[in-house]
């Protein structure tokens, strides 16, 4: 079946533009992560979503970055007037519950000139 | 707060070479270890998954071990091919103690290069 994916695949943002990424996960999973990965290092926790709940956005890095699951199953992060440290890959992953193996997408690149 | 580490950064290898990449974390009350595959431009492919309770977990030409008690983790690479050059990541789960286990705490990722 489809797995999680993620739109647009790259994503060039002048600074102080706001921009949105959208990730579909795959369908019937009830859990949704965001994950921020900065170059060279591992991807890190942003946001957590069960159904259209946002239970844990301790992750991310400012008021700026602003997420959503309005009906349960596409996410949007949304980054307000981007700065260039914002320039990363940003990850979505799906799971059927938060206690099952996470899905990864193949990730936004988002480059903040 | 839990710390994932990656040796080598960085390997290059000739083909046909058996090789270990090693991970290794500071808090041992995990939940699970995951290995991750990663080619430029592309997401995360899970390659293999141990549980805390289990020792060893094998797929393919790939073997990864887990040590809990020491904080360690190896994935064995038998073999090795052009296609296996992308970078590796491991990540941990925290065990669950009604707060954030979902969250993954990743390395840095070791990048391979297998050459022909």
């Known amino acids: 079946g489809a797995g999680v994916s993620q739109s647009p695949r790259y994503k060039v943002a002048k600074r102080g533009q706001d921009v949105a990424l959208r990730c579909d996960p795959i369908?019937?999973?009830?859990?949704l992560f965001w994950y921020q990965q900065a170059l060279g290092q591992g991807p890190e926790f942003l946001t957590y979503f069960q159904n259209e709940a946002q239970l844990d956005k301790s992750g991310l890095p400012s008021d700026r970055f602003f997420a959503e699951r309005p009906e349960g199953s596409v996410s949007t992060l949304k980054i307000q007037r981007t700065q260039q440290e914002d320039s990363a890959v940003y990850l979505c992953?799906?799971?059927?519950?938060?206690?099952?193996?996470?899905?990864f997408g193949p990730g936004t690149r988002l480059t903040v000139t | 707060k839990q710390e994932v580490t990656q040796i080598p950064a960085a390997l290059s290898v000739p083909e046909g070479e058996n090789l270990v990449l090693n991970c290794s974390f500071t808090?041992?009350?995990?939940?699970?270890l995951q290995w991750f595959r990663q080619d430029p431009g592309k997401g995360l492919t899970s390659l293999l998954l141990i549980q805390s309770s289990q020792r060893e977990q094998t797929s393919g030409r790939l073997n990864a071990s887990l040590d809990k008690s020491s904080g360690r983790s190896t994935l064995y690479i038998a073999a090795s091919q052009p296609g296996d050059s992308a970078t590796y990541l491991c990540?941990?789960?925290?065990?669950?103690?009604?707060?954030?286990?979902?969250?993954?705490?990743f390395g840095k990722g070791t990048l391979l290069t297998v050459n022909p």
């Open positions: 992953a799906s799971s059927p519950t938060h206690l099952y193996e996470q899905y």
């Open positions: 990540a941990v789960r925290p065990i669950y103690s009604g707060g954030s286990n979902y969250k993954l705490t």
């Open positions: 369908s019937g999973h009830v859990s």
């Open positions: 808090d041992s009350a995990i939940y699970n």
